[in-house]
């Protein structure tokens, strides 16, 4: 197959060493990319570290961001969910807060820093950076500084540019280094529109979308995706999905007077590119808001959906909507996976999307016709005045990660006869029919809840055994409309302590959220709440499911802890090691799994929550193998913070000991 200076507060140091991995482009790096390479699929070819020795692992090193979230105006909110990547000599990674760190890949010693000093008193939507991308000129009468580039975007929506070498801003790029993202945006909060996820690299080709803030109202930001030149700056072509005008190619499915003032459908998390048929994989999340579609009839189409867009001109190439209509929540959140499917003894170009409902499907990559069968079957209808849930939903033939049936108040679960019967009285007060019930002014059920499925620690292909790996939460959520004129008191009140309260401003309903627990605070379902799970896609069945995550420090003081499967964020990647490694749950643990059995085989306690996907790759003068993992915690999941880089790696006599 073929894969193809004067930014304000700047603060870039520079500590002179000679490289100690190849300097290497991109392409050829062990992981060049967020998601491994330009593919997303997050399989590495290292096998130093594998099934006989990983027990052998220990920290080679430990690096410190000093970001904790000091003088944030939204520090709870502070997630460190970043994964390195290694290009040019250098592991380059970012904070939360967008300060961006490149260190020496065999020492973990820093060799330079850059503070793009985001405004720390404003509200932000989010505090998460996932990471940065590498970028190489091609054209050989460009030397010295900014020939190689970093580039990131950041919470206050701004797309910098870094050289590679110093990290000092490139003058030629934008306004002295960067791009304002809010321009030409209807930007209705500030701090609302920002960049969490890293841009999407196609020749000279820099491609963002943008995070925006749930659940506001329904006009806010929308959710345009944009390129621009990695040399200049300049913008090179935009794609709103949603529709503005009677030509755009959704708007058969709006109604455009409605759209005009609906915001979203934005593409927040990580694009996969396809240099070889010059196309940019775009997964989309929902129009605005989540939880009342009533001022957004119809199915929605481009929100909730993967595009294939033209990398060098923006043009629509194909869609497929896996969520009509969402009430959910449900946006499509894991990076899009590119690799070869064998179909009837041929490969053919496909792409892998894994979604929150749980559900897996494939694409022919360049017409995005389904290589696996998809049906539209009937859903639950709203009871909800002024909503009309859409009738039908796109269900994938390939077997669901999660189970997509009602939970029934027989399957409330408790440490004790006490709280098992208070969940099952929880149960059977809501609306809960099984995947897709709509919200309900009664309470409604979901499950899978809003945050997985599959959520943005995506999945890892396999593609030469034709294996899709993934991290899965199981996790049931609750979403009540409430009245307007209620919300101050309820969120006030000390009723609903696990709670988050929205205003969805424009509509007839405000929104409660919560976890569907118990009154100690545990899940009213039945373990495991997390799972990692192997789908052989030739044979089209789940191969293993194994629980991932104990309950460590969550359970009264009297409950032993047991590996019952956590809710989790982040993401895994395999090795030709045969080895899986994931960390995401909340016991904070790094763990490395046999990818043929699904059995645990090391495991390590990180001294903060590790919600973030590890990476791996080859440096020093024997390429030792090293695995990497950011653990800084995550505000909302409500792990132990930390500032933390850690690298593990074999002790140097195994190492030296290889063939």
Request: net charge neutral; glycine share 10%; proline share 8%.
């Amino acid at each position: 197959m073929m894969r193809s200076c004067v930014v304000a507060g700047v603060a870039a140091l520079c500590i002179g060493a000679s490289p100690v991995a190849l300097a290497q482009s991109p392409d050829a790096s062990d992981w060049g990319y967020y998601g491994g390479d330009a593919f997303g699929q997050r399989f590495s070819s290292l096998d130093e570290i594998n099934r006989t020795n990983v027990s052998k692992l220990s920290v080679a090193w430990t690096y410190h961001t000093a970001e904790l979230g000091a003088g944030l105006a939204r520090a709870g909110k502070l997630t460190f969910e970043a994964t390195p990547v290694l290009a040019f000599g250098l592991l380059y990674l970012e904070t939360g807060t967008n300060i961006v760190v490149a260190l020496d890949p065999e020492s973990g010693r820093a060799r330079w820093r850059f503070d793009p000093r985001i405004d720390r008193a404003r509200r932000y939507a989010e505090v998460s950076s996932r990471g940065v991308s590498a970028w190489e000129s091609t054209d050989a009468r460009q030397p010295g500084p900014c020939r190689r580039r970093v580039f990131t975007g950041t919470l206050d929506a701004r797309l910098l540019a870094l050289d590679a070498g110093t990290g000092r801003p490139c003058a030629d790029f934008g306004d002295r280094g960067q791009v304002d993202l809010t321009r030409g945006v209807r930007i209705r909060d500030p701090g609302a529109y920002l960049v969490t996820s890293p841009p999407a690299v196609y020749g000279n080709a820099v491609i963002v979308g943008s995070a925006i803030g749930d659940n506001r109202a329904t006009d806010v930001e929308r959710g345009v995706i944009r390129a621009y030149d990695a040399q200049s700056g300049a913008q090179l072509w935009s794609f709103d999905p949603l529709p503005d005008s009677p030509s755009h190619a959704a708007a058969s499915e709006w109604n455009l007077a409605q759209a005009a003032g609906t915001g979203a459908g934005n593409a927040w998390s990580v694009m996969s590119v396809d240099a070889e048929h010059g196309l940019v994989l775009v997964p989309t999340g929902s129009a605005s808001p989540d939880f009342f579609g009533g001022l957004r009839s119809g199915s929605n189409r481009f929100a909730d959906s993967l595009l294939a867009l033209e990398a060098r001109s923006g043009r629509l190439v194909w869609q497929q909507q896996l969520v009509h209509h969402d009430l959910w929540d449900y946006d499509v959140a894991a990076q899009p996976v590119l690799g070869d499917i064998e179909v009837h003894g041929v490969p053919v170009a496909a792409v892998i999307e894994a979604t929150k409902t749980g559900m897996l499907y494939v694409f022919e990559r360049t017409r995005g016709i389904p290589l696996f069968p998809i049906a539209e079957k009937p859903v639950p209808a709203s009871r909800v005045p002024g909503e009309r849930a859409w009738p039908t939903q796109p269900f994938s033939s390939l077997p669901a990660l999660t189970p997509q049936g009602p939970v029934l108040p027989d399957d409330a679960w408790g440490l004790t006869f006490w709280d098992r019967g208070k969940c099952r009285g929880l149960i059977e007060s809501l609306r809960n029919e099984g995947v897709f019930t709509p919200p309900d002014t009664r309470g409604t059920l979901l499950s899978p809840g809003y945050i997985g499925g599959v959520n943005w620690g995506g999945v890892v292909f396999d593609e030469q055994r034709e294996r899709v790996i993934a991290a899965v939460n199981h996790l049931p959520m609750v979403v009540t409309l409430i009245p307007p004129q209620s919300l101050e008191r309820a969120a006030r009140s000390d009723e609903y302590p696990h709670s988050e309260f929205v205003r969805q401003a424009g509509t007839p309903y405000a929104m409660r959220r919560e976890p569907l627990l118990s009154p100690w605070g545990l899940p009213c379902t039945a373990p495991p709440w997390g799972t990692l799970v192997r789908v052989d896609l030739r044979r089209q069945r789940i191969a293993w499911q194994v629980p991932r995550g104990s309950t460590e420090g969550l359970t009264p003081w009297f409950v032993p802890a047991r590996d019952l499967g956590t809710p989790n964020m982040g993401g895994p990647i395999a090795t030709a090691g045969d080895l899986v490694f994931v960390s995401a749950a909340m016991d904070s643990y790094l763990r490395a799994f046999d990818i043929e059995t699904g059995k645990e085989l090391w495991k390590h306690k990180l001294p903060a929550g590790g919600q973030a996907t590890p990476m791996t790759y080859r440096a020093g003068r024997n390429q030792r193998q090293y695995l990497v993992i950011s653990a800084g915690g995550h505000g909302p999941l409500g792990t132990p913070r930390g500032d933390y880089v850690i690298a593990f790696a074999l002790p140097p006599a195994d190492t030296a000991a290889r063939p």
